[in-house]
């Protein structure tokens, strides 16, 4: 059993109370938050106490691990704390939007042994894990292009944005992580392009709702990501990895079991989002029973780091225009 | 050059008539109708004379073959009057509604050899053509059971329904002709149930509109045809055969080469029916190409009859509400 | 919370006693089997105690439910002992193989309000629920026919089939509730035809592994199951319900996540069986949810009976080789 | 009767003569190929005659239009002596490697009302077609998106390559023309990044085997295309255009009319290239149904002129490796 100390009690701190709460191998023994009621609430619900003090987390012995999903900028100090105290810890992604912040940190961590694994969690998914096997195994042969489109329902909040660091860092970032770790190669190059055509309001926020991104890899292979803030006819995120001897394509979650054909046509339902609550599960799943079977966890610090490495390259390729080669 | 005379310039004769005309090895020399300005139009559209005396057909040296699309009751005088001539001929199913009367011309041709083909025109679609060809390699192993499904997008006029000769003699009989053909063994038993649900008019003309008919074969294999005078979302027609080592399943013709995704659903577009003017072409086709070759022309007038034995004890377990043993 | 004792520690009891461990709501208090060893261990397994006397079951006051997964053989003893405690039930089918058995437990339940369901698990998938759901809606209106298919991915072993009653009260039961309760009324008529064709040892049992069986419903529409005991590509059941204004088609569970493309055709994987250990779970849920909401559970013992009359009718008709008419 | 001369008598040339040869309101008059007797054997299939001097085919009465599929170096002077002769014309794609050739003749032309069209034939593919109309009509609100993935399912021979101006300006060049056709909007800025992947032969040819494409509409849209030499699961071409109420897929040409369900998976086929000797006959009827109902011609030479700015703008951004602005 796990016993889990969770900072932040937000939207992802609730999906991950319940998660820890509904796992037969893991418990929530803590939960602070910023917003003492926040933090109250949640307890409530899934039977532990509430800590009043965060730092009387960090000695605990009833506590064996942390799981970071309070905001941005309180992530490098936790995870500080976190190796300090030597806990096995879980952060959301990203580790700092200050590229130096965060790579002072993953530097700190190189020099430990805790178990620290960031919240990358595409490649908890069965789809994912299936086509990343596949290639490995080489059954497309050499992969040449790689294709991903991901598309959210309906925009997030203006407060969300404003804080988000962008669309490139916050949303985009998530196939960063996802297509080196499928096709086992970093990107060298990245040449993003942008749009606000979904909602003035992502300008008005100095950002952009729609994004093609271009990423060259070392082997000559070319990976292309388009990725949106909405579509009406649902959560849409679909990938075809391309190569010599073949294609994997992954199939978009059923629409629905039930298809309709009348006069005006055959129709399915709406995609629903697969890659909600369900996929932070996954992530925990996979951390608890690393750490049960004393298995590294993963996606790692440096992950973490590279796929920012990579959206920063892009948000610069993005204000400039023009392909950036990507500094690791 | 195969010159053809044409009997019938109703619907199926006009269709027959464009077919000829537009095949780059046949001709239409000739048009009979009982109606005779029916026959002028045809004749003057495709660009041949209209016969005033049908009896001048069968000794014209320019006339190599005969295409008979006039009404049923005609079949048999015209396809013994052919059989004396020697002309190749096509004939449009079925033989006659009288079985001892469609007995007695296939008797008459089997000593023969005049080339006769009756329409049953799925043999030349070539999906059917794919699976048949696959079930003969082996591909599902033994046959153990076939499920079809065809529906009518709209049903058809009352005056069409009074002279069919019913449902199961009318449409079902394709698949009579269909399923032997495609699995290689004829049925020895039929279990036909019927009722009319689309439209009382059926009813009125004494006939069925959704009939459910169980074949049973020599091997034990087992077959179910859904057959119906209506579908909303447009022709429907597939099949499936499933056997000791796999499934073999037609793809409905592509209902549309563009999908919709909206908020309300995806949608594709409607069925066409591929199996109209499109598969009479198809068995013309094969008729001129046999006839070019000197290869046996097919379905065979034994074949024609074969299916019409299916048909009459169809109807014959419609009325009895049971199980009948086919007498071939 | 609803605690429960488990009647039977074979493959369906195991099935059940995990689905009742991992439920959030429900307990398992007691297992019992007539094989002591077998109870013992699954007691162990999920932390309860076997039940060293089954009539201790009825008075105790810890046990809330009661859950009947043992020979059907010994159902309807074990069902009157239920009604009698008064503890709310779930029975798996059949009731009985014996008709005039099951008729009178049913009979008996009647006069009391105690809670009994019967294990007709594909009511609680939600392709079937959605089915419903749109057909009562008027979404496809009257309903004219429906075309269903299941077939297993493997035979069972003869010991299994001994005891089964027989494929079609074994496991086209399963289409007799189903088809009834989709569609809002129950078959006047059954034509079941059978053959032999997987395994000789259906035959050897006097089984058949191989049915298609024909439903005329009082409103005319006509049902037909194709059920068969062996796919080599998999779990295979799909359904469509046809009517007047559309048609509504269950999509298979999805065969991967992942297709693939290459030199000798697109690929995907096999039929995942959905309607296994996961549909038992389903209706474990429907019936703890039920209990705790004080509403009626489902299905009842009357329709547990409806399906096995339409059985022995099928079986009649099987035999007979002819339409039966069904007496309910 | 649209009576054709024909220069060029290579592998375009071959498939225009029998598309000509077919037409039911064409005729193949003359064929000229500066190799005499690639003419003259393509001339003796279709029953006409071998030009011996090309000069001869302006101004002759019996010549109603001429088709240009001879090498690209020859194009200017024909389509000069085309517009000197006021013989409508359909020219193969490009107008001439040399854009000021190009934009010369496209200017002399802008002065005359002789039609003129090039070979986009990607035009008259009904799904484009459709697709097209559908945007038209706003089904899918204002355009966002547009992802295109074209796949040849083998690459060209190396003479071809030689010869073929470069990837971007024979291949990729179909889409620089279809997109802004389909969209209603032209790019302003490409970014092309390009591999070597399929075969070096096209490195040693100075040319790329893979291609993915940026493009920037005014409106903000933007635009993907990737583009590559080699499939080996066929001939691979899709699209989807997203908007702000949806979007718009081709569904791509059925694999196979038959499924087949094995222990091993389910296939359909292969893709067949429908893209090919199809498409030129698509363009062939809708040029010659536009000279027999005095409808201007398309796409135009104006339009040609556009698809090669855009590509000599994308071969820039490959050699230079950054977004180029194109100039029309």
């Not at 497309?140 to 860092?169: C, K, M, N, Q």
């Not at 709702?209 to 959560?235: K, Q």
């Amino acid at each position: 059993m796990i016993r889990f100390a969770l900072f932040g009690a937000g939207r992802a701190g609730r999906i991950h109370a319940g998660n820890i709460a509904r796992h037969p191998r893991a418990e929530l023994a803590a939960v602070y938050d910023v917003v003492r009621p926040l933090a109250e609430r949640l307890a409530e619900q899934h039977g532990s106490c509430a800590v009043a003090d965060p730092g009387a987390v960090w000695p605990a012995a009833a506590i064996d691990a942390v799981l970071i999903a309070s905001s941005t900028d309180t992530h490098v100090d936790l995870l500080r704390a976190a190796l300090r105290s030597g806990k096995a810890t879980y952060c959301e992604k990203p580790i700092d939007f200050d590229l130096s912040r965060a790579r002072s940190v993953v530097s700190e961590a190189a020099g430990t042994d805790v178990p620290v694994a960031v919240g990358f969690r595409r490649r908890c998914l069965p789809e994912y894990q299936e086509i990343r096997r596949r290639i490995a195994d080489g059954e497309i042969g050499r992969v040449e292009t790689v294709r991903l489109v991901s598309r959210d329902h309906r925009p997030p909040s203006r407060a969300y944005v404003d804080v988000s660091g962008g669309f490139l860092r916050d949303k985009t970032i998530h196939y960063f992580d996802l297509i080196p770790w499928l096709v086992g190669e970093r990107p060298t190059e990245v040449h993003a392009a942008g749009s606000c055509l979904v909602d003035p309001m992502f300008a008005d926020a100095g950002d952009i709702d729609t994004a093609m991104v271009l990423l060259r890899m070392p082997s000559g292979a070319l990976c292309h990501i388009e990725n949106g803030r909405r579509a009406v006819y649902g959560f849409d995120e679909r990938i075809e990895v391309f190569g010599a001897k073949g294609m994997l394509q992954s199939r978009p979650p059923a629409l629905s079991s039930v298809a309709r054909f009348a006069a005006s046509g055959v129709r399915s339902g709406r995609y629903p989002d697969l890659y909600g609550a369900e996929s932070f599960a996954g992530l925990l799943d996979a951390f608890v029973s690393a750490l049960e079977s004393e298995q590294p966890v993963e996606p790692t610090l440096a992950e973490g780091l590279q796929a920012q490495n990579i959206a920063e390259a892009a948000v610069e390729s993005l204000r400039g225009n023009r392909p950036v080669t990507i500094a690791y």
